[in-house]
């Protein structure tokens, strides 16, 4: 990584490790959006970052949803975790996804809970 890299991922870094709830969830955002754009970038500039990523996002997930607050909406840590686990999701976090698709209460959160589910499910069958 050359040092102009490097300040970009430390700064997402301390985003993604953030004790404040929001920021984690713009991290987890700022995530996929990044890798929505490989499509037609060619790469996503946060991709050495990955497994941090997803692992903050399984750590969200063994958790109650946040309720609302004045930077958050309730649940959106859950719905954050969840779309960035439609990119980064493997057969290891299935368990946990059915869980959450099957606790969720709202339409939003079960529909990217199945698409992250459906994600892992992939991977484990290599399709």
């Known amino acids: 990584m050359n040092p102009d890299e ?12 953030s004790q404040n709830i929001g920021m984690v969830c713009r991290a987890l955002n700022m995530y996929q ?4 754009y490989t499509q037609v970038s060619g790469g996503n500039p946060l991709e050495p970052m990955a497994d ?3 692992q903050v996002a399984v750590g969200i997930l063994t958790r109650p949803p946040v309720e609302a607050a004045a930077d958050v909406p309730a649940g959106f840590d859950h719905v954050s975790a969840l779309n960035v686990l439609t990119v980064l ?3 290891d976090d299935l368990d946990l996804l059915t869980g959450v698709l099957e606790r969720a209460v709202d ?7 199945s698409l992250a ?4 499910r992939r991977k484990a069958t290599g399709a």
Not at 33 to 36: D, E
Not at 107 to 113: K, P, S
Request: no cysteine; aromatic share 4%.
């Open 6 to 17: 490097a300040i970009p991922l430390q700064a997402f870094g301390a985003l993604l490790h």
């Open 33 to 36: 959006v990044a890798a929505a």
């Open 117 to 120: 589910a459906d994600t892992a």
């Open 107 to 113: 339409d939003q959160t079960r529909a990217v809970a």
């Open 52 to 54: 941090e990523v997803r």
């Open 89 to 91: 999701a493997e057969p």
